[in-house]
């Protein structure tokens, strides 16, 4: 089916052969579509002589049959000569096939050659230290919350309280509308809460967005304290570990919590691990990956985003994390290689999905060992991964999503209608 004829540097010229019995085959199936969708004046559909057929369509159904070759036999050349493309476009003959003969042509592809991968040395990954007890009594905590109830409270609100607002666009008729406000979980916007920290049930205030750098605000909104509900826990008992877990014992739901918490622990360990031997890996060993590779993905996970018209920052924000993940494919692909890493035949088919190839499963599998193999050469010590992470943001540190524009209140005059 092919032949490397001669190597160049990275340039491998291949010679294709398709036998006369599978081109004639291709020839007519290509021909039974063209004639089954052609519309001709005095045939019926489907009936038009072949002679009329390859008169008018031939060139196109020959190229149409080189094509499909092409892609064929080299889908087969790079699924099993492992090889990753610097062009996903070789060069070729441009001669075209003809019925009743075989079809054999030439084609140059031009490998990428990704540099030798150097291993950091003395490379150690810090994570967070573990106070399984206090991690315990968090969820516990959490927990409660989600269990949380309300009661009325005859006092001014405060953090935690349930606030009900009732509220109308200021000067509109008609019935107000009636809703409620957690107040610290900022649900309505940046500064709302801020407006109902003290207020008792009775209380008006009138209310608007402002927005920075943009003009005169509109007149804003109306609004009145229904009522203020308290929260109320539930006690931590027997009875709440039931109903939390559906364990008989509140000992019961804190061992069962120590169990899962350690379990997310050692999960947050290793990709904490994963991630800053890969950023030590990339670190020290940059160069520029193929370009159609980079593009593939970046479009792929684009489409993933369901946007039909992404911004500039979208494209760019996927384009910098597909060179990543392009960059890390290749260097473990040539570590794995390097240091002659193998996949059993037992492996691949214990791995490969019917829809897979086996040069994706092998890639996929041979790269997991060069991870490990890299993993297995840090050393992890406790600490605050924060500090060594340039790029974090400490909780809290960042303004919050659609922190330019905030609510503020408005002074109303004497005479407007409330």
Not at 118 to 147: H, Q, Y
Not at 323 to 349: C, D, M, N, Q
Request: glycine share 8%.
């Amino acid at each position: 089916m092919y032949e490397i004829v001669r190597e160049d540097g990275p340039k491998r010229i291949v010679r294709f052969a398709e036998p006369v019995d599978v081109t004639d085959e291709l020839f007519r199936k290509v021909r039974r579509e063209v004639t089954r969708d052609l519309d001709m004046p005095g045939f019926r559909p489907g009936k038009v002589p072949r002679s009329i057929i390859d008169r008018q369509y031939g060139n196109v159904i020959r190229a149409e049959v080189a094509d499909r070759i092409r892609k064929d036999l080299t889908s087969k050349l790079l699924e099993e000569q492992d090889w990753i493309l610097d062009d996903r476009d070789p060069e070729g003959d441009t001669g075209l096939p003809v019925e009743g003969s075989g079809y054999s042509f030439e084609m140059t592809f031009s490998l990428f050659e990704t540099p030798v991968p150097e291993i950091p040395a003395g490379l150690t990954v810090t994570v967070p230290s573990l106070d399984i007890e206090k991690a315990v009594s968090e969820t516990l905590d959490s927990f409660r919350e989600r269990m949380v109830s309300f009661e009325a409270a005859e006092r001014p609100a405060e953090t935690g309280d349930l606030v009900v607002v009732e509220t109308a666009a200021a000067g509109a008729d008609g019935a107000p509308r009636e809703f409620s406000v957690r107040l610290g979980d900022e649900n309505i916007g940046p500064g709302f809460d801020e407006l109902l920290a003290g207020v008792a049930p009775g209380d008006v205030f009138a209310a608007r967005m402002e927005r920075e750098g943009e003009g005169e605000p509109g007149p804003g909104h109306d609004f009145r304290v229904v009522r203020v509900m308290a929260p109320v826990l539930p006690e931590l008992d027997d009875e709440f570990a039931g109903k939390a877990a559906g364990v008989p014992t509140l000992e019961d739901l804190r061992e069962k919590l120590r169990s899962g918490i350690a379990d997310r622990y050692r999960q947050d360990v290793e990709a904490i691990r994963e991630r800053r031997v890969l950023d030590a890996f990339l670190g020290a060993n940059p160069f520029d990956p193929p370009l159609y590779m980079v593009s593939n993905l970046t479009a792929d996970y684009i489409e993933r985003l369901g946007e039909d018209d992404p911004d500039e920052t979208t494209r760019e924000a996927s384009r910098e994390l597909a060179s990543r993940k392009v960059r890390e494919f290749l260097l473990l692909r040539a570590l794995a290689i390097r240091e002659g890493l193998t996949v059993t035949p037992e492996e691949l088919e214990a791995e490969r999905s019917p829809e897979e190839s086996s040069s994706s499963v092998l890639d996929r599998l041979r790269n997991r060992k060069a991870l490990e193999l890299l993993l297995s050469g840090a050393t992890i010590k406790e600490g605050d991964p924060s500090a060594e992470d340039p790029d974090g943001d400490p909780e809290g540190s960042g303004e919050r999503s659609g922190a330019g524009w905030r609510w503020a209140r408005v002074e109303r005059s004497p005479d407007t209608k409330e």
